[in-house]
């Protein structure tokens, strides 16, 4: 074991604040990452305050990584110390499932392993993630990160690039696709970048007409004002694939009723509430309702080739360690265009002032 700083919280109502703890050894097939940055992701906010009703504390977030490797164990073959890495939403999974088989191992039988607040295989303690100096993972859960990219930029992609990709190519979205995206935030943004390199035909939806420009900056050909009934009703039955990245209450038979013969409305956001679909809302025109979460290992590296073969990154606001609680107010507020990154080279300084 190594000594390892973080920033954790030990209480649904108390702030992140210094926290030191141990990292494993690096193992035969491990590989040991040095943090550059690490992405601010909503679940970070949901998990440290207990939102979702299963954190285990003291809780550590993060898991949108990106760092250099600094050791690798005898057996690694994929990294070499001073390579670029990073880590997602997993460091693991059964590996024997079906599931696993298939390389979705996001949907593995057993459960994957969370990069925080799951359970290690290797020592049976609760993971920490990537607010903290320096990660050890197994080189089956460790990326690629291209070097063309701006890094601090990349770190998103490893949750909401990955979100949003893994539907998009699950559904085929391509030259010739009309693809609706709902919601400009985190997600979305991601979701009409890369929609766009795919050579769609993509639509914003937003309730925010102010958002309009910076839709088309992103890559949106058209801006619908969801709550205009007749910008609604002009797309009638027309869009192949809907990708939904609102994580509040909302009408979502208002979308499907947008789909065409044998079109997908794909959810991503995750509101609180069960979202009422009526029945003839995918009945008529042999519609479907569906959902995804992030994709494999092999899916988020082919995702992050493709970002660096498109130039795409996140939108980000960097910030310092120390300002993570003041970052989480403003996600609440959707104060930020569009992902709070993490310079993880304020840690020290930010213990020393705690």
Request: hydrophobic share 40%; glycine share 10%.
């Amino acid at each position: 074991m190594f000594a390892c700083e973080g920033f954790a919280t030990t209480a649904p109502d108390k702030p992140l604040s210094p926290f030191s703890f141990e990292r494993r050894d690096v193992g035969e097939k491990d590989v040991k990452i040095d943090i550059l940055y690490c992405g601010v992701c909503h679940s970070d906010l949901h998990q440290a305050r207990n939102e979702w009703h299963n954190t285990t504390y003291p809780c550590l977030p993060g898991h949108e990584i990106v760092g250099r490797v600094s050791a690798v164990g005898a057996g690694v073959s994929k990294f070499k110390v001073g390579d670029l890495a990073g880590v997602g939403c997993m460091v693991g999974s059964c590996q024997h499932c079906d599931t696993c088989a298939k390389g979705l191992e996001q949907y593995c039988e057993n459960g994957f392993v969370g990069t925080y607040n799951g359970i290690e295989p290797q020592t049976g303690s609760v993971t920490f993630g990537g607010y903290s100096q320096a990660i050890v993972v197994d080189e089956g859960f460790t990326l690629r990160i291209p070097e063309n990219l701006e890094l601090a930029a990349v770190a998103p992609l490893l949750c909401a690039g990955i979100t949003t990709y893994s539907p998009l190519r699950r559904w085929n979205v391509g030259p010739g696709s009309k693809v609706g995206v709902v919601g400009l935030g985190g997600l979305g943004h991601m979701g009409v970048k890369l929609a766009h390199a795919m050579g769609a035909h993509v639509v914003l939806f937003t309730t925010s007409p102010k958002k309009a420009d910076d839709a088309k900056r992103l890559g949106a050909d058209e801006v619908i004002v969801s709550t205009d009934p007749s910008q609604m009703k002009a797309h009638s039955t027309s869009f192949d694939f809907i990708l939904d990245c609102v994580a509040a209450d909302h009408d979502i038979n208002a979308y499907l009723d947008l789909l065409k013969l044998d079109g997908t409305l794909c959810q991503v956001g995750a509101p609180e509430k069960p979202l009422s679909v009526a029945a003839f809302s995918v009945i008529w025109r042999r519609r479907s309702f569906a959902g995804s979460l992030i994709g494999g290992i092999a899916e988020t590296q082919e995702m992050l080739d493709f970002c660096a073969e498109h130039g795409i990154t996140s939108d980000i606001e960097m910030i310092r360690m120390e300002d993570i609680e003041k970052a989480y107010e403003r996600m609440l507020k959707s104060d930020v265009k569009y992902r709070f990154v993490i310079d993880m080279a304020t840690l020290k300084d930010a213990k020393q002032a705690a």
